[in-house]
């Protein structure tokens, strides 16, 4: 490892979608940000102070460098900044899993770089208020940055830092955006939804629909096809309601294996 | 009709499980009550100032009488209290579901009281916080006291009153408790759910799932059983479950008609 950059002043951000805008707006008050969209290299134009313009070589060229770009696309960004990139400048990734775009930045970024695997646990919709109280995982993949950028995240910008490691975080988001954005998918299908006889748990379940409806498409598909454990979470979630429709169909819980229905089962149908 | 009972000073309660106790707490102050519990006549014991254990005959004397049974349980209630009621009293019930409490009361209640179909849309979890906010719907079945119950429920209790009627009712409510109550049964059964690295989103949806989850098992049985236009909902969400499912098996959402896939499967696929 070659000695790491002790302070960050600049940093790049490649892929200027809504969650590279979301994030310029915060970090631009504390560095110096060069950004560069490869899905639009023609309109490279983020108006806002401190804000430039780049090409990848420039993005590369800073302190930090996040990429910012749909998961599928992480592999062509690590390719387009990789000669690029300083000798112990953090390279960190903000995709809604964590075990392949882990597996591809280490095996392809130099080894003078440090890695580290982030996921903010928020969105546009939910960083309206700002940022202050919302989730940001960490998984260290490479030298030991961790620590100091946690620090920044917790008392500068407020967030809850949670520190995990890849497979720890995808098992646990398999759960908490796969269900959410399965069943905001369902409830949006399902419109128009009523709006005036409304009980309060509607009411949140309405809200929680709202915040992740306007989602890039790329993020659900990211989270069920790209997080190694979105399909037993889906599997479970569908074969509990093929449960539930049978038993409100019929009285009565059949087990996929055709023997008695389940303790579960029986419970239900109290 | 009867001349209707201007001044309401005592309210019979006919069952007293836990929304019957949430409505003693809110109307004791302002009414002399009398309770009585069909399922439970051997321990009528609701202690509390101006909160009196009846029987039926007791219960039905009262100026307004509120069926607080199961909504299975309403035709005994009403057959118990039937002998008993004054003429020009006012008896409403509080089943989550109208149509069918509606045509019970109707048919089965003496021609000189008057008939009121509500459904309060809270229960003992959305209501810890006091009710003022909260939504109470009011279905006018017979004689023309609902602007005055409304006018109390509006401003001393501070409820929002949605005045309908109970096809109307059910229709919105099968799609609000339907879906909600579908979906906590099956997040309850995925427990243990992530409690660390959730979203804003995924949180909403952790609290419309815990006021729910210890409703009495009637309460899901009757927005189940009981509304006409469940079946409806459910079969629909059921069905949209099962595309989805389809589409992140196979990349493709065929339509069970064996069709091309829709229009709403093609934008999906995008």
Redesign the interface.
């Known amino acids: 490892m070659s000695s790491p950059i002790r302070t960050v002043t600049s940093i790049g951000i490649m892929g200027f979608g809504a969650f590279g805008r979301l994030m310029a707006r915060h970090l631009q008050p504390h560095f110096a940000l060069r950004v560069c969209d490869p899905a639009r290299p023609a309109e490279p134009d983020p108006s806002g102070k401190g804000l430039r313009p780049a090409d990848a070589a420039g993005v590369a060229a800073c302190d930090l460098v996040v990429l910012a770009v749909p998961v599928p696309a992480i592999p062509a960004a690590i390719a387009a900044l990789r000669p690029h990139l300083k000798a112990g400048a953090v390279v960190l990734d903000v995709g809604s899993v964590k075990l392949g775009p882990a597996r591809a930045m280490q095996e392809s970024l130099p080894a003078d770089v440090e890695i580290i695997g982030t ?1 903010p ?2 969105g546009p919709q ?1 960083a309206r208020g700002g940022l202050a109280g ?2 940001i ?1 960490l998984c260290p993949i490479r030298g030991g940055s961790t620590p100091r950028i946690a620090a920044f995240l917790r008392h500068v910008l407020k967030l809850r830092v ?1 520190v ?1 490691t890849a497979d720890a ?1 995808d098992r ?2 398999a ?3 796969g ?2 954005h ?6 949006v ?2 419109e128009p ?2 709006r ?7 009411d ?2 309405m ?3 709202e ?2 409806r306007y989602d890039a ?1 790329n993020v659900f598909m990211a989270i ?1 096809r790209a997080n190694p454990h979105a399909k037993a979470v ?1 599997d ?3 074969a ?3 449960e ?2 049978l038993f ?1 169909e019929n009285g009565d819980v059949p087990r996929a294996d055709g023997a008695a229905p389940s303790a ?1 089962g029986r419970r ?1 149908a ?1």
Chains 1, 2 share one sequence.
């Open positions: 996921h646990l928020f939910s919302l989730k995982a949670v995990t975080h646990e988001v759960m908490v955006q269900l959410t399965l069943i905001a998918k369902i409830l299908r399902m939804l009523p005036t006889m409304t009980t309060a748990s509607f949140l379940l809200q929680a629909t915040m992740v498409p069920e889906r479970r979630f569908f509990l309601a093929e539930m429709r409100l579960a239900l109290v």
